[in-house]
């Protein structure tokens, strides 16, 4: 299967500062790139669309102003987390499509911890 | 509106055979997939069905009905690493992906 990245696998940050979250597919191209979060015990959740060359579309309730998407290349979307507050906390998640059925294939997942 | 269900958890015994059942309610159909993830990880691709049929991998399998709006992952000879979250996950007219909540499966010995 297709071979997806993400850097770094795990952050601690203060309530306030930034954080940006890399995916990376390493042996394929993407056009489009899915970024999910997933809280403790709960399904994931679609945040956003991240596709190249254009604006990530949102999903509803998720802040674009927080939530920075940028889609640099065929091979890397970033996640900036704004400001971010312990709220926040979560594990952050990304997917590109690849081959049969567009079959998403995941990176290895970040976990955001906010004091 | 779309749906996707699936049991929230089951049991087995080591060695047995399990079937995990999803059902759907989407807006068009562009493929089923299953995907197992362990706790804390992210979750990993399993299968792709997108006619119906039974596609066969190893222990694992997966069954398609599109008529019936159903299909199910059936695992055997299971291990304890086995115990996982099992989600179903269903491409509607639009090519997006609606997922199920997951069905927890615990293995025990």
């Known amino acids: 299967g297709a071979v997806v990245s993400q850097h770094p696998s795990r952050v601690i940050c203060k309530s306030g500062t930034s954080v940006k979250i890399e995916c990376r597919s390493l042996?394929?191209?993407?056009?489009?790139m899915f970024w999910y979060r997933q809280f403790p015990k709960q399904s994931l959740m679609l945040m956003a669309t991240?596709?190249?060359?254009?604006?990530?579309?949102?999903e509803q309730g998720v802040e674009k102003d927080k939530f920075l998407i940028n889609h640099a290349s065929l091979t890397l979307s970033t996640l900036t987390v704004t400001s971010a507050h312990p709220e926040d906390s979560s594990f952050y998640i990304c997917?590109?499509?690849?081959?049969?059925?567009?079959?998403?294939?995941f990176g290895p997942g970040t976990r955001l911890l906010v004091l | 509106g779309q749906n996707i269900d699936q049991p929230t958890e089951m049991t087995a015994t080591e060695g047995a055979i399990v079937q995990i059942n999803c059902t759907y309610q989407?807006?068009?159909?562009?493929?089923l997939f299953w995907y197992q993830q362990h706790a804390g990880e992210a979750p990993t691709f399993l299968s792709y069905?997108?006619l119906d049929g039974l596609e066969e991998k190893g222990r694992f399998s997966s069954f398609l009905s599109r008529s019936k709006g159903y299909s199910y992952l059936l695992l055997k000879e299971l291990q304890m690493k086995d115990s996982a979250s099992y989600l179903c996950?269903?491409?509607?007219?639009?090519?997006?992906?609606?997922w199920g909540a997951g069905t927890k499966l615990i293995i025990k010995p």
């Open positions: 989407t807006s068009g159909f562009n493929g």
């Open positions: 991240s596709n190249e060359g254009s604006k990530a579309t949102y």
């Open positions: 997917s590109a499509p690849q081959g049969a059925g567009e079959t998403q294939y």
């Open positions: 042996d394929f191209q993407a056009t489009t």
């Open positions: 069905n997108v």
């Open positions: 996950a269903v491409m509607d007219s639009n090519y997006q992906l609606i």
